[in-house]
């Protein structure tokens, strides 16, 4: 079956412009992950929605970052004002739920560049 | 937060030859995953292994909860073997949001 998509791969921005990063999960799992890898800070947790849950925001580094999940399936996570330290590739994993024997499944990610 | 720790950072091995990446971690967790990442970014899931041991052909790996440590085994190592190797752990009460170690930087030569 179809894995975890995401959506631009690339995106190259001017610092101060708002982005929007989409992630579509795997048919049928209600956990969805945010996560972002950069150079200076290795691979770390943003945000996870699990089901009709109240978001878990508790690593998003600023209030200009912000994740929606709409209808259960896909998340958008948009970046406002970006700046040059937001460049990184971001990352959604989603998981059938988020309890015991859970394994999260990645997607390819989306590369960010703030020029 | 938790902690994770591998080692080694890197490593560089001849093909056909054998390693042993480890991963330790500094409270207990009942989730804990091996990944590769590939030269395109990709992580592929290597094991899903919260505690004993699994195999998958020439990979094995091995989590001893209780002392907080895991290992992947690649035995007869190829070059399509290269590219970074990370543990994470998650703990399914705190929603299984999962802590990532600095990963392990494998080259295999030919």
């Known amino acids: 079956g179809a894995g975890v998509s995401q959506s631009p791969s690339n995106k190259v921005t001017e610092k101060g412009k708002d982005v929007e990063l989409r992630c579509d999960p795997i048919s049928g799992h209600t956990a969805l992950y945010w996560y972002r890898q950069s150079l200076g800070q290795g691979l770390e947790f943003l945000i996870y929605f699990q089901g009709n849950s109240a978001p878990d925001k508790s690593g998003l580094p600023s209030d200009r970052f912000s994740a929606e999940r709409t209808g259960g399936s896909v998340s958008t996570l948009t970046i406002q004002r970006t700046q040059q330290e937001d460049s990184a590739v971001y990352l959604c994993?989603?998981?059938?739920?988020?309890?015991?024997?859970?394994?999260?499944?990645f997607g390819p990610g989306t590369r960010l560049t703030v020029l | 937060g938790i902690q994770v720790e591998q080692s080694p950072p890197d490593l560089i091995l001849q093909e056909g030859a054998n390693s042993t990446l480890r991963c330790n971690f500094s409270d207990s967790v009942n989730n804990l995953q091996w990944f590769h990442q590939n030269p395109w970014g990709q992580l592929i899931n290597l094991f899903y292994?919260?505690?004993g041991t699994k195999q998958n052909g020439r990979l094995s790996a091995t989590t001893v909860a209780t002392e907080r440590y895991s290992l992947l085994y690649i035995s007869s190592s190829q070059t399509t073997d290269s590219g970074v190797y990370f543990c994470a752990v998650g703990n399914w009460e705190y929603g299984n949001k999962l802590v990532f170690g600095a990963g392990t930087i494998l080259r295999v030569k030919s």
């Open positions: 292994i919260p505690s």
């Open positions: 994993a989603s998981s059938l739920n988020s309890g015991p024997y859970n394994e999260q499944f």
